[in-house]
């Protein structure tokens, strides 16, 4: 396992890029130079990040997202786990 984040990430489990064991080790993301905690998924390559729309919910009871553009900046909030022997 890498300590550089993928390029694209979900929270969302029927999201084809949802990845369970990366998000056990905690992602930050920073969006235009702020820190955020309410990012539901993020792409690096194409500039943008996925919120939740404060408390709103579509009719299947999911969270309503925007679509927000900007720089995007992946982080892991803990190291990768040592290999045997280290």
Do not use: N
Not at 23 to 35: D, H, M, Q, S, T
Not at 39 to 57: F, T
Not at 75 to 81: E, G, L, V
């Amino acid at each position: 396992m890498t300590d550089t984040p993928p390029d694209r990430l979900s929270s969302d489990p029927r999201s084809p890029f949802y990845a369970p064991d990366l998000l056990a080790r905690g992602i930050g993301i920073r969006f235009k130079g702020v820190e955020r905690t309410d990012v539901e998924e993020y792409c690096v390559s194409e500039g943008w990040v996925r919120v939740a729309l404060g408390k709103k919910m579509d009719r299947h009871g999911r969270p309503l997202t925007i679509k927000l553009t900007g720089p995007v900046e992946p982080w892991f909030q803990s190291p990768a786990d040592a290999p045997d022997g280290a």
